[in-house]
């Protein structure tokens, strides 16, 4: 599928007519990948995705107010003639720093904006009034982004696309969430308003905390991106891809009044695509169906250590048993407990030919979670 391909639909403009731009979203792992080459995505490889103004000239706009430690405004122009900009937002620079009329001149200019890592909350508030509605920054960016331009986010960069973020995705906030109801939320610049999206899922266990927030948030659908691993959003509306070393779990609310009972959930993995307004999945045409092959121990001991759900549902799909489960030693007091099932529309795909991180997609699993807030009575 070639990058910004499509016909797209487009908006009228007084001058011509434009496509918008493309959304990639990134899971955030800055370190190498298992190969020992360079993180999936670089800058290099996103200026392949910037949108269909065909710029002779791409430059790219770095929003990086996440960071507290976010340099100040500057240009690069780096050995090939790409141009980066580094826009200077900050938290405690953002009342002058949105409204700078070099910042805002040089946003007119970008033809795609990278938002990268570090607190989301900061996003929040470097980009939006106390009223909740844009500054003029990025009302601008919303404007370049309907014209044309790609928005790229990474880690907190790629969580400020839905309409509420997730803050503060340490390693116990599934612990938090499932034990105390404890969420830490901002509000969202709501690129992809019809998705939650939370970044270094598989890694970092969250899947507690992404199912409570859909619960509290009453979402029916949510996006866990790993770490070296991206969804691109095409802008025509056609079925997104998922790229990248690891995975992306797709999961979806059947029932509001049974949060933790009424979650379907799909495992994918690199050159997959999903319909989510079809709630289809075209699997990558190397990987190919098999059946459960397994009569292995279905238990999990610690569903919350880096790869321990992806471990739980390849499991609960592959083993003859069509069921696996997952404790937290973390809250072993708490009891925490997560099943996941297969189902007759589960669908289970395999190359041989890939790395085991990325050689498995998994459709149609059903998952339920028994936690001490479940009980409380809080769903």
């Known amino acids: 599928m070639p990058f910004g391909a499509g016909t797209g639909f487009v908006i009228e403009t007084a001058e011509k007519r434009l496509k918008p731009g493309n959304l990639v979203l990134h899971g955030?792992?800055?370190?190498?990948?298992?190969?020992?080459?360079d993180p999936f995505f670089k800058v290099s490889e996103f200026l392949t995705l910037t949108g269909a103004l065909a710029a002779s000239e791409k430059t790219?706009?770095?929003?990086?107010?996440?960071?507290?430690?976010?340099?100040?405004?500057?240009?690069?122009i780096a050995e090939n003639g790409e141009k980066y900009i580094k826009l200077g937002i900050r938290a405690d620079n953002a009342s002058?720093?949105?409204?700078?009329?070099?910042?805002?001149?040089?946003?007119?200019?970008?033809?795609?904006?990278?938002?990268?890592?570090?607190?989301?909350?900061?996003?929040?508030?470097?980009?939006?009034?106390?009223?909740?509605?844009?500054?003029?920054?990025?009302a601008a960016i919303r404007r370049r982004h309907t014209q044309g331009a790609t928005v790229?986010?990474?880690?907190?960069?790629a969580m400020m696309a839905s309409k509420t973020m997730l803050c503060e995705c340490g390693s116990g906030s599934s612990v938090e969430a499932l034990v105390d109801g404890k969420l830490r939320l901002?509000?969202?610049?709501?690129?992809?308003?019809n998705v939650l999206i939370d970044a270094h899922f598989l890694e970092r266990g969250l899947i507690g905390r992404l199912v409570e927030a859909m619960k509290v948030l009453k979402e029916p659908f949510a996006l866990g991106l790993d770490e070296n691993t991206a969804v691109l959003i095409p802008s025509d509306g056609s079925p997104w891809t998922?790229?990248?070393?690891?995975?992306?779990?797709?999961?979806?609310l059947t029932d509001a009044d049974k949060p933790y009972e009424a979650l379907e959930i799909d495992l994918l993995a690199d050159g997959d695509r999903y319909d989510p307004k079809m709630r289809t999945v075209i699997v990558a045409p190397e990987r190919q169906p098999i059946g459960p092959s397994q009569s292995t121990d279905s238990i999990i001991p610690e569903i919350f250590e880096p790869g321990g759900f992806s471990n739980l549902l390849r499991l609960a799909a592959l083993n003859?048993?069509?069921?696996?489960?997952?404790?937290?030693?973390?809250?072993?007091s708490a009891n925490i407990r997560i099943t996941a099932t297969r189902t007759?529309?589960?669908?289970?795909?395999?190359?041989?030919k890939l790395p085991l991180d990325r050689a498995y997609s998994i459709t149609g699993l059903r998952l339920r979670i028994n936690a001490p807030i479940t009980r409380r009575g809080a769903a």
């Open 60 to 76: 790219i706009c770095f929003i990086e107010a996440a960071n507290p430690k976010a340099e100040p405004f500057r240009e690069v």
């Open 152 to 157: 790229f986010g990474a880690s907190a960069g």
């Open 242 to 252: 998922i790229l990248g070393e690891s995975g992306a779990a797709i999961v979806r």
């Open 320 to 332: 003859t048993y069509g069921r696996a489960a997952g404790l937290s030693k973390v809250a072993a």
């Open 186 to 193: 901002a509000p969202g610049l709501n690129f992809a308003p």
């Open 96 to 138: 002058t720093t949105t409204r700078d009329p070099q910042v805002l001149s040089a946003i007119e200019r970008c033809t795609g904006f990278y938002f990268g890592g570090g607190a989301p909350e900061l996003l929040s508030i470097s980009l939006l009034e106390k009223n909740g509605s844009d500054t003029p920054a990025l």
């Open 28 to 37: 955030g792992g800055g370190g190498r990948n298992s190969d020992g080459s």
């Open 344 to 352: 007759p529309e589960t669908r289970v795909y395999f190359s041989p």
